[in-house]
């Protein structure tokens, strides 16, 4: 990074001293006598000053054995840098470091690295922590590794929170003056528990990204206990059983390719199908001499984090490494080198299941078949890998696509694209809902048809309430059609609540070079982008405790920590911005709405969580940074914010996919069937929906609707026929 303008006017002409040390480079010029000095204790303990005004100068790079670490515990000793560039002393309180912490299953090899350059004294980047094996040398100095990793293994959880505790003001009189410090680097301006200066935020510059893609860690859902896995198998109905038996057979011949698409509405068990599919298939491979539980034959993806996470799977961007919002554009190869790490993870794969497969469009679908084939390095379709999509086409069409079984030109738009023709349908039509919920999806399932009922109406009808009744519904979300609507519905309820408030502002800042001006216009152009257009990170949220908050980004799948994920804002942490002492948010604490979500990060905090008295129940939400596309070629643009929005109501195109034990839908005039099925669909029972407006009954779809055109082709042409006999059915 270059130095401010400031100073490098003051620089001679032909000086090429001008870019900011790193904590790297300060930790590499450290003097001899702090050899043994490992960079997390460098970070935590000591300060890094241009002058030494007030201190005793050690002799520099001493060649005397006697001159030990010890020695500079010493409160008025400063020792000069290799460099001449600074001086270093030993702090009075240390600070708080944050990294990366890789973990050893998920991706070992950097967590070899960050254990080496974290806790193992070093002086030469490339000899001693890249041209080298990174396990062998963790297993030759684990012993030393874990002594001085324990420091912070114990005391991280008590030290974070005395820095919220403390508010101490910032440094000491008998400290080096921070002020001197040259690593303020503008890009770590906005630090999280920047109280007193307590926290030293080395991961960026280790090189270990926050944001660094888990190509080598595949979410896959593990084996089920027997006893719950025999319930399950027993609770299927006969169509069910059916499938999963004949899928069965496929898998143990293993001698064919399948394309599948299994269609059905609310309530049909389709989520059930899956894991039965899926669990029965572990047991097989499983059960085969010398086999290896930890081979990926088979995955389970969806199209968003939200539905990755309620089938315990992955999103196909992260499983496949597929660009964000590329669906426009041709899809990037991957690099050979990620290919293969990929490939090599995934070479026994059997069988890729895809959920919600309406919300998949024509172009994501080719690209999902392009990067298999890539991965899998064969030209079949889908690389020869087996597929079962499962999903409902009555629900909203693809934002930006068109549906995935037409072209994506309007010169083929009515016919079927080579890739949807591969699939045979299977139907799932039985309600396997309990007694109470069967009239409710039945009503559900012919409002998707267009072709209610009396009963479904009358059903529906006693649902519909006024706005004053409404005001005992504290906890039900609000359905509209327009991001207008959500919008001004969002900003009422904020305003009305009387409650402890703050403004997180988004931090942005470029990376590249070029002229000031220039840089200055990308970030006043980013200013205007949308939410949609910076990767679900607003510039400004207006944060109100006791406020509904949804996720924008998929933090963590496993966790459920995934776009659409919503909750309520219990607490807010402060912290101070490192340049303008500004206090500012730094730390979310909301309760979502299902117990799940949040479970394992919770369990990583829970220390700190008792420390302070918090509710168990409430996961700790961070700020997040993502780059943002831009159209300048000189700079990038990283927006740093925290990764949630109001969520008091939401549009019925966000609610897809998600559901909710109190819905309040505005009905307007012009609502399409898809729209009214949707919305209504998002209550999990007839007795958590609440209507505003007229409900009208929508019409059967057109005859040209392309849906239903489709559905008629494959039920004549495509229809799956089963390998194995039933005696039911001769």
Not at 122 to 149: G, V
Not at 632 to 647: D, G, H, I, L
Not at 719 to 728: D, H, T, V
């Amino acid at each position: 990074m270059l130095k401010s303008d400031e100073i490098l006017e003051k620089l001679e002409p032909d000086s090429k001293d001008v870019f900011v040390e790193g904590l790297i480079d300060m930790y590499i010029n450290r003097p001899d006598e702090m050899k043994n000095v490992c960079l997390a204790d460098f970070v935590s303990l000591y300060n890094i000053s241009k002058k030494k005004t007030g201190y005793i100068e050690i002799i520099e790079n001493s060649d005397d054995e006697d001159v030990i670490d010890n020695e500079i515990d010493e409160k008025s000793v400063a020792l000069k840098m290799k460099n001449g560039k600074g001086w270093i002393k030993k702090r009075t309180k240390k600070k708080i470091i944050r990294y990366r912490n890789f973990k050893l299953h998920q991706d070992p090899e950097n967590y070899y690295r960050e254990q080496l350059m974290l806790f193992l004294p070093w002086s030469k980047e490339e000899e001693d922590l890249i041209h080298i094996n990174h396990e062998e040398t963790f297993e030759l100095h684990k012993d030393l590794i874990r002594q001085n990793r324990s420091e912070y293994v114990h005391r991280e959880a008590n030290e974070f929170e005395k820095a919220f505790e403390e508010q101490t003001e910032r440094g000491n009189d008998d400290d080096i003056d921070d002020t001197n410090v040259e690593y303020d680097q503008d890009k770590n301006e906005f630090l999280i528990y920047e109280i007193g200066n307590n926290e030293g935020d080395i991961f960026v510059e280790m090189g270990l990204n926050t944001r660094t893609e888990k190509v080598e860690h595949f979410n896959v859902p593990k084996i089920i206990p027997d006893t719950e896995y025999q319930e399950m198998m027993r609770s299927l109905n006969n169509n069910q059983r059916r499938y999963t038996l004949n899928v069965m057979n496929l898998i143990k011949n293993g001698d064919k390719q399948f394309f599948h698409f299994i269609n059905g509405g609310a309530g049909v068990g389709k989520s059930t199908l899956i894991k039965a599919v899926y669990q029965s298939i572990l047991r097989f491979y499983n059960s085969l001499p010398g086999s290896n539980p930890e081979t990926i034959r088979t995955a389970i993806c969806a199209p968003t984090g939200k539905a990755a996470a309620l089938i315990g799977g992955m999103t196909l961007h992260s499983f496949l490494s597929l660009p964000v919002n590329q669906c426009k554009h041709k899809l990037v190869k991957l690099d050979s080198d990620i290919s293969n790490r990929i490939g090599v993870k995934l070479k026994d794969l059997q069988l890729l299941i895809i959920d919600e497969i309406s919300m998949v469009g024509f172009t994501m679908f080719q690209h999902v078949d392009a990067r298999v084939q890539q991965i899998m390095k064969s030209k079949k379709p889908f690389g020869g890998v087996s597929v079962i999509v499962l999903g409902d086409f009555n629900q909203l069409r693809p934002v930006g696509d068109k549906y995935i079984f037409q072209f994506n030109n309007s010169y083929n738009a009515l016919v079927d694209n080579p890739l949807w023709s591969l699939f045979e349908l299977f139907e799932l039509t039985e309600i396997m809902r309990q007694k109470d919920d069967k009239a409710f999806a039945i009503a559900l399932s012919n409002i998707a048809k267009g072709m209610m009922t009396l009963e479904d109406i009358n059903l529906l009808k006693p649902r519909i309430v006024s706005n004053e009744n409404l005001e005992t519904m504290g906890d039900a979300i609000r359905v509209f059609r327009s991001n207008a609507e959500v919008d001004a519905y969002n900003t009422k309820v904020l305003a009305s609540l009387n409650t402890e408030g703050a403004i997180a502002n988004a931090y942005d800042f470029c990376i590249g070079d070029g002229l000031a001006s220039i840089r200055e216009k990308v970030l006043n152009n980013v200013k205007n982008l949308k939410t949609t257009e910076t990767y679900g990170l607003p510039l400004k949220i207006d944060l109100k405790v006791g406020a509904k908050y949804m996720m924008t980004v998929n933090i963590d799948t496993e966790d459920g920590l995934v776009n659409g994920a919503c909750g309520k804002l219990i607490m807010i942490d402060y912290g101070k911005l490192q340049k303008t002492n500004e206090t500012v948010p730094c730390r979310l604490w909301i309760k979502f709405n299902e117990e799940k979500t949040g479970r394992k990060t919770r369990a990583n905090f829970q220390n700190v969580m008792r420390n302070r008295n918090i509710d168990l129940s409430l996961t700790p939400v961070e700020p997040v940074t993502r780059q943002i596309n831009t159209r300048s070629t000189n700079f990038k643009v990283e927006r740093k914010q925290f990764p949630v929005v109001p969520c008091e109501a939401m549009t019925i195109y966000k609610s897809q996919g998600g559901t909710y034990e109190k819905v309040v839908v505005n009905l307007k005039k012009g609502m399409t069937r898809s729209e009214l099925y949707v919305s209504c669909s998002r209550a999990t029972k007839s007795s958590g929906l609440y209507l505003i407006g007229d409900f009208v009954p929508p019409k059967p779809p057109e005859r040209n609707d392309a849906v239903a055109t489709m559905f008629k082709s494959m039920r004549s042409e495509r229809m799956l026929k089963f390998s194995l006999e039933f005696p039911e059915e001769s």
